[in-house]
């Protein structure tokens, strides 16, 4: 509820005035017609509905007096509609599903972080289709780009090592995505390539990928995961179970800025976890997607009701006062 004349309501406060003034004048000339000895007598006697009615006169005309300062206020229901016209962005997101991948320096594996944080940004992009491509010595499409993100992140969830056979095809994964974004009519394209290695298998060269998605105006942001140094690697023995070693981490860190740089996108490397997260937090700030609002707003007036009923309590006091009571109180 809005009002479109709110200005009207400092007209209320001459209420309490009116009362006063009134019930002023009505006790000053209370002065007594018969002299009676004792008056306890007289109220046994039964009352008659004249007695209550006298007092209904006032309170009428003050429900009137208010009712019609509300209906001079315009009571409104505003009913405001949204037209949104969202020009998405078409994002494929690559990750890395090689052995490699098992390591703990990111808990609780270097996999599980990446699928997780690419969930919860999968999340914030609502207007945009996204798609998920995995890679190790070859590369396929788990999920083309798509605005059913519910179905991506359920097959996001199903991504695991084994899917595909052991290495390290950057290239191809970057070539597999472009594949997927090619025929794309959005004005932004976007791939998301997340490495934790060095480019070892694949018929596509990582630099040349790369070009290709310059080429097609497609920005490729890359990402390096691990920690600097060595990493804990899970190894099961059949004999003592599960034990760790320390390998070292081997990203190429120039070959991933390089292909980055060439298509306009960046490169980030993720040592731990909230690396990872505001990493990911960066692309979602630097890919804003365009959305256009057009507000509709209806208003529609009540004050016709408020009036009617004011000039309802209006009729009232004037039959009350005239015809039933005909002994005003004011």
Avoid: C
């Avoid at 599980?112 to 999340?123: D, G, H, L, N, T």
């Amino acid at each position: 509820m809005t009002w479109a004349n709110p200005e009207f309501f400092w007209l209320l406060i001459l209420i309490p005035l009116f009362i006063a003034y009134r019930f002023w004048i009505y006790f000053s000339r209370k002065n007594a017609a018969l002299t009676f000895s004792s008056v306890m007598p007289l109220k046994n006697l039964p009352g008659n509905y004249r007695a209550i009615l006298v007092w209904a006169t006032p309170l009428f005309y003050i429900a009137a007096y208010v009712f019609m300062i509300v209906a001079m206020a315009r009571p409104q229901l505003q009913n405001t509609s949204v037209e949104r016209n969202a020009e998405g962005i078409d994002i494929m997101i690559s990750i890395d599903i090689s052995s490699s991948m098992l390591a703990e320096d990111i808990e609780p594996n270097r996999l599980i972080a990446a699928k997780e944080v690419a969930s919860e940004f999968i999340k914030q992009r609502e207007t945009d289709r996204i798609g998920i491509n995995v890679f190790a010595r070859e590369s396929f499409t788990v999920v083309p780009p798509t605005l059913d993100h519910t179905l991506v992140q359920n097959l996001l969830g199903t991504v695991d090592l084994g899917m595909v056979r052991d290495g390290t095809a950057i290239g191809m994964g970057i070539a597999t995505s472009i594949n997927r974004l090619r025929e794309s009519n959005a004005d932004s394209k976007v791939i998301i390539l997340l490495t934790d290695g060095m480019n070892n298998a694949g018929e596509i060269d990582p630099i040349t990928a790369g070009e290709m998605a310059a080429t097609m105006g497609i920005r490729v942001y890359t990402l390096g995961i691990g920690s600097r140094g060595t990493a804990p690697y899970p190894v099961d023995d059949p004999i003592f179970g599960r034990r760790y070693q320390n390998v070292q981490v081997h990203i190429d860190e120039d070959m991933l800025i390089q292909i980055a740089e060439q298509t306009g996108g960046q490169y980030w490397r993720a040592t731990d976890l909230d690396e990872l997260i505001e990493v990911y937090r960066e692309i979602d700030r630097l890919e804003q997607t365009e959305i256009e609002e057009i507000i509709y707003v209806d208003y529609q007036d009540h004050y016709p009701a408020y009036l009617l009923t004011g000039l309802g309590f209006l009729a009232l006091a004037f039959l009350n006062e005239r015809f039933f009571t005909r002994s005003p109180l004011f």
